[in-house]
């Protein structure tokens, strides 16, 4: 079940109605400390001795350091106003990932109905590829051989583990070993893979919600259109 609409009100109202009332709980406090600074300057100017005037060189430069904390927090409330306008055109955008298949940085496997996606990269073209697959323990279930190509390979997991039993349903990890003819190891990037089913505004930006886990929107690297189920 999608959280779009109630995800989307939050992002549209909560940061801009946060930000806006810190910048103008700012500037109200500032203006009632300029107000109190105006009426004691008039006063002591009023009561000074005029043999001994004092000296207004001091005077100036708080007045002027009041002018530019007041700019500043004007400043300050339009960039906040900018950056909520941001968040809320990112989180537009990410609405059309949903159903969509994506592919983002980490190495979680959603394993789900008998089958799990991978994907990685390969720095170059590799000898030899292991695939290990580890249980929510640390525990390694399984070992399979993967794709040697340089760049992007995919590969399924049936679900099984070494000895051809099926593990239940839920989040893994998989990391990946690629050597090359001299048994050197080759740089590799793995992917989470899954379909976007959520959007949600979390502390650090929007969030997307794949299968039973999350993955940031700066962390997709790909984005495609789920395959049609044969009628």
């Known amino acids: 079940m999608t959280t779009i609409g109630s995800a989307a009100a939050a992002a549209s109202t909560a940061p801009t109605t946060t930000k806006k009332t810190e910048s103008e709980t700012a500037l109200g406090q500032l203006s009632k400390n300029s107000d109190t600074f105006l009426k004691l ?20 430069n708080q007045l002027v350091q009041f ?29 059309a ?7 983002a940085k980490g190495d979680k496997l959603e ?5 799990g996606d991978m994907a990685y990269t390969l720095e170059k073209a590799a000898s030899t590829v292991q695939v290990a697959i580890y249980d929510q323990t640390g525990k390694v279930v ?10 992007l390979n995919r590969i399924s997991w049936d679900g099984k583990n070494s000895e051809g039993a099926s593990l239940p349903e839920g989040i893994y990890r998989y990391a ?20 976007v089913s959520t959007v949600d505004q979390g ?22 259109a789920p395959v049609a189920s044969p009628t």
């Open 111 to 115: 394993l789900t109905g008998g089958a």
């Open 176 to 195: 990946v070993l690629a050597k090359d003819s001299k048994s050197a190891t080759i740089k590799s990037e793995t992917r989470t893979v899954g379909t």
């Open 41 to 60: 300057l008039t006063t002591q100017l009023q009561n000074q001795d005029p043999l001994s005037p004092t000296d207004s060189n001091e005077f100036t």
């Open 142 to 151: 399984r070992v399979m051989e993967g794709g040697k190509v340089g760049g």
């Open 203 to 224: 502390a650090d930006g929007v969030i997307l919600g794949v299968g039973k886990t999350s993955v940031k929107l700066g962390d997709v690297l790909s984005i495609r």
């Open 97 to 103: 990932y949903v159903g969509n298949r994506i592919e």
């Open 67 to 95: 002018t530019q904390a007041e700019q500043q927090i004007k400043t300050n409330g339009k960039l906040d106003d900018l950056l909520s306008a941001f968040t809320t055109s990112q989180f537009g955008s990410a609405l």
